[in-house]
Antibody, heavy 122, light 106 residues
Framework: QVQLQESGPGLLKPSETLSLTCTVSGGFTSNHYLNWIRQSPGKGLEWIGYIYYSGRTNYNPSLQSRVTISVDRSKGQVSLKVTSVTSADTAVYYC????????????????WGRGTTVTVSS | SYELTQPPSVSVSPGQTATITCSGDKLGSKYACWFQQKPGQSPVLVMFQDNKRPSGIPERFSGSNSGSTATLTISGTQAMDEADYYCQAWHSDNVVFGGGTKLTVL
C-alpha cells in the first residue's frame, strides 16, 4: 500500500520561503499525479498544484507566481516551494495521489498524507 | 475561475437518507469526486467518477452527476458518517474543490 508523508518546517516568518517534502513510499510511479493541497484553519480544501510522473506541472492560478513543485525520483520525494509567505499561507499542507489510466480516466485522490501544519507568524 | 457550490450544512436523522449537492457550470460533463473529512483527519475519497466507490467504502454511499449538479447520497445514515464532505472536479487542468458541507447526524 502506497503511503505519503509530508515533512518540513512548521514555523515561518512573513516573506520567507515555505519548503515541504512529500515522501512517496514505493516511489512516484507512472500514470500518477502528485498534488499539493492545503487547508487553512477552519476552512475548506484548496488545491495548490500537481506534478505528473512525466514531470509536467500545473498550479492554481491564484498561487502560480509563488509556487514550484518538483520531483526527486531517486529519493521518491516531491517538493513544494511557496515564496514570500504571509499569514494567509498558514494551513495544513497535504500531498495526495491520483491515478490516470491509459485512456486518461482519473481515479480520484485516493491516497493522502497525514498533513503537516505550517504557521506563518512574526 | 470555475466554482463548485455546496450547501454549508445538511442535517439528517440516524437511519435516514442524507443528500449533499454540488453545483457547477456543466458539471455533468465532468467527473465528480467526493471526500469525507472528520476532525483532525485527512480527507478520504468516498466516490470517484461520479458514482464509483473505492474499496472499503460502504454501499450506503452512492453518487450521481447530471446537468449542473453532482449529488452524494448516504442511505441509512449512521452517526459515524457525521463529517465534512467536499466535492471535487477537474476543470481546465486544474483541481477544483467545493466549499464543503458539514453533515450533522442528529
Amino acid at each position: 500500500q502506497v503511503q505519503l508523508q509530508e515533512s518540513g518546517p512548521g514555523l515561518l516568518k512573513p516573506s520567507e520561503t515555505l519548503s515541504l517534502t512529500c515522501t512517496v513510499s514505493g516511489g512516484f510511479t507512472s500514470n500518477h499525479y502528485l498534488n499539493w493541497i492545503r487547508q487553512s484553519p477552519g476552512k475548506g480544501l484548496e488545491w495548490i498544484g500537481y506534478i505528473y510522473y512525466s514531470g509536467r506541472t500545473n498550479y492554481n492560478p491564484s498561487l502560480q507566481s509563488r509556487v514550484t513543485i518538483s520531483v526527486d525520483r531517486s529519493k521518491g520525494q516531491v517538493s513544494l516551494k511557496v515564496t514570500s509567505v504571509t499569514s494567509a499561507d498558514t494551513a495544513v499542507y497535504y500531498c495526495a495521489r491520483e491515478f490516470e489510466d491509459n485512456n486518461t480516466y482519473l481515479y480520484g485522490l485516493d491516497v493522502w498524507g497525514r498533513g503537516t501544519t505550517v504557521t506563518v507568524s512574526s | 475561475s470555475y466554482e463548485l457550490t455546496q450547501p454549508p450544512s445538511v442535517s439528517v436523522s440516524p437511519g435516514q437518507t442524507a443528500t449533499i449537492t454540488c453545483s457547477g457550470d456543466k458539471l455533468g460533463s465532468k467527473y465528480a469526486c467526493w471526500f469525507q473529512q472528520k476532525p483532525g483527519q485527512s480527507p478520504v475519497l468516498v466516490m470517484f467518477q461520479d458514482n464509483k466507490r473505492p474499496s472499503g467504502i460502504p454501499e450506503r454511499f452512492s453518487g450521481s452527476n447530471s446537468g449542473s449538479t453532482a449529488t452524494l447520497t448516504i442511505s441509512g445514515t449512521q452517526a459515524m458518517d457525521e463529517a465534512d464532505y467536499y466535492c471535487q472536479a477537474w476543470h481546465s487542468d486544474n483541481v477544483v474543490f467545493g466549499g464543503g458541507t458539514k453533515l450533522t447526524v442528529l
